[in-house]
């Protein structure tokens, strides 16, 4: 069986009746896409909580007790660092204190994940995977008081939760949902096949998402012990070893009704809504992945020698040295800007969130690959084969096998672009929509032209002249004063771009994915820069030097936007997708031959059927 038959026409109907569609608080990166420099809505730098005692011993029990090497080298997480991660409360970090959790803030949250990735990556995704998307965060936004009574105690004391959204057939596209949840007395029966459950193997307490028949996706609270629930197999990757990701079967597994999580047919919006805060844990593990590769980085180019002189003094490296701290920089300012401004819930940050999640998870990416060649060959060696010869066992080409997950994890980077955009186009959609729908009457569009209109009188004047045009504007912010008054410009000049692209190709902009990548990633840079610019103003005066890291970073930010910004309107895009067409229709099969390529007797997609299990149960319950 494979995902219900849906046309792209209903895929997104789906889609767009789960986004959230109200603003009621304000937004910086809406109002960035929009060509409105709103610097108020971030600056001054938010003061932060006090930090909790819970870091400083978790500190401690990271360094002394778990051992990442082993955890790479045996591909799990042993049970007694599961034992000892329950002790500390980790389990119950987003969790209130009222059910026994430590309720930290998400800056605190994502510095605990900072700090326990630096180990080994696995245990982060283990800990976000269990409280960012799994059933503590659900429950938190949308739960009822008898659900958090039921549950939240038992994951604070260190049960694991799971989240399973994708099927063998169905990813991005979850109008494509085939799992069922059968109405029954007193509840509903589940059946179908779950994929890539991060911690499934592990997990108690699962939310699941399932179609109601005619009530639409829903999710729920399961016993991950429920009759009827097989653990397939559990998934090997590339990287994140120590992952317990499992296929998940569901055969008539009964679901009390209680166990709806937020009402029928609101799976969709829950797991929308949980993401726009949750998506906060992956930026979290690529700002560690940054700081570890910086320390190596900067400690190995200053002590290996190459023609006379330390490597780091070569021009080449040292290029690579300014791009790994000025990168690792923004990414924290930007993270802990968002943190911050969550907590404090003064504004809508799922743009900003989406923003540092697609910036981090590229932009890490790139930093570890970057290390990897300062390193040479020993970035390629594993970490166990230079400590066998008696040197230093830096775990660089595990880190860039752990992190190529994180553009995929919780919604890949060409998801995230489409996504964005959506969100920065909403204006506009919201006015002029019915203008470029086919399926609008002649009533509707002529009310739209002249919604439209009064919106664009109003608009489009603001976009010709700003503060970034005047030689004094942000001199509070001294030197980096002149890098603002380029983000404002900038920002108009996205807007601007914007419009003309509706403009030009109204309803078929959405399927110029290139330019809308590259108008997300100029934002994601106006943002990062931003970033930067108000937190080293307000760090003046413990770390002066982020004045200069900040300079560094919007230096090289600039190029990046300005080359995406000549992209918009000079590229190969439309000749990219005339020649994919040939390429999907065979024209350049021939360009294969001389190789040996991978047998073709398996599918792409494996088929599955509803019914019971024939596999042997591979789950793992961690003693208590």
Known sequence: MTGTNVSEKQARQVAEAARESDWRKPSFGKELFLGRFRLDLIDPWPEPEPEPDFLGKLDAYVRSE?????????ARIPDEVFQGLAALGAFGMKIDKEYGGL????????????????????????????QSIGVPQPLKLFGT???????????????????????????????????????????????????WATNGTVATLLVVM?????????????EGDSPGITIERRNAFLGLRGLENSVTRFHDVFVPEQNVIGGLGKGLKIALTTLNTGRLSLPAMCVGAGKWSLNVARLWAADRVQWGRAVGQHEAVAKKLAFIAATTYAMESMLD?????????????????????????????????????????????????????????????QILRDLRINRIFEGSTEIMHLLIAREAVDAHLSVAGDIIDPDANLGRKARAGAKAGAFYARWLP????GKGQVPTGYGEFGPLATHLRYVERAS????????????????????????????????????????????ARAQRGDRPEGVELADLFCRQA????????????????SRDAVAAKRILDGRYAWLEEGVVIPPADLPWVAHWEPGPSTSEDARRRIPR
């Not at 970490?383 to 066998?388: D, K, P, T, Y």
């Not at 603001?462 to 002249?465: D, R, S, Y």
């Not at 990046?560 to 918009?568: P, Q």
């Open 66 to 74: 778990v051992d990442g090497a082993r955890i790479e080298r045996e």
């Open 103 to 130: 309720g930290l803030s998400h800056l605190h949250y994502c510095k605990a994940l900072t700090l326990v990735g630096s180990v080994n990556p696995s245990i982060g995704a283990l800990l976000s995977a269990h």
């Open 145 to 195: 008081p008898e659900q958090k009574k039921a549950f939240l105690p038992r994951l604070a004391s260190g049960e694991v939760s799971a989240f399973l959204l994708t099927e063998p057939d169905v990813g991005s596209d979850p109008a494509r949902l085939a799992t069922i949840a059968e109405p029954v007395e007193g509840g509903y029966k589940l059946n179908g096949v779950k994929l």
């Open 210 to 222: 399932a179609r109601v028949p005619d009530k639409g996706i829903t999710a729920f609270v399961v």
């Open 337 to 397: 800007l968002c943190c911050m401004i969550a907590d404090d819930d003064r504004n809508d940050i799922r743009i900003e969130a989406a923003l540092v999640k697609l910036y981090a998870s590229e932009m890490a990416w790139q930093v570890a690959d970057e290390l990897i060649q300062i390193r040479g060959g020993r970035g390629y060696e594993t970490a166990e084969s230079l400590v066998a010869r008696g040197e230093r066992p830096a775990e660089v080409e």
């Open 462 to 465: 603001t976009l010709t002249v």
């Open 492 to 535: 108009r000049k996205l807007a601007r771009s914007t419009f003309y692209a509706m403009s030009r190709w109204q309803g078929k902009l959405e399927r110029k994915q290139g330019f809308l990548a590259r108008i997300v990633d100029i934002g994601a840079e106006l943002f990062a820069m931003s970033a930067v610019c108000v937190r």
């Open 558 to 573: 600039r190029l990046r936007a300005e080359a995406l910004f000549d992209g918009l309107w000079d590229n190969t895009d």
